[in-house]
């Protein structure tokens, strides 16, 4: 019988939840930041101004770390490159928003 760490050390282990960890994030960042504003409040506030994207979604991204850092310290490394793997999906967007 294999170890879970074994079992679930797969690039894709990392990935689901590098890709769900940004929005994760955001909510984070609303409940501490605008948690005066009702949640559609907020997303109105987000889409109406192009000039929060790019910010809002770097600092969705570091919630990403929790989930590197838990998968390094159980040695699952291909799991923590699922992360990386998904902030490099994440990170064409910041480009774009930033600059476009």
Request: glycine letters at 8%; charged letters at 10%; aromatic letters at 20%.
């Amino acid at each position: 019988m294999e170890s879970l760490t074994v079992r679930y050390n797969k690039i894709i282990t990392g990935l689901i939840p590098g890709l769900v960890g940004p929005w994760i994030g955001a909510f984070v960042f609303y409940l501490f930041m605008f948690n005066h504003k009702t949640i559609g409040g907020f997303i109105k506030m987000i889409l109406n101004n192009s000039s929060t994207h790019a910010p809002l979604l770097s600092v969705s991204l570091i919630f990403n770390l929790i989930f590197f850092f838990l998968f390094l310290r159980q040695n699952m490394y291909r799991a923590a490159n699922g992360v990386i793997m998904a902030v490099f999906i994440y990170a064409p967007f910041i480009i774009y928003f930033k600059y476009v």
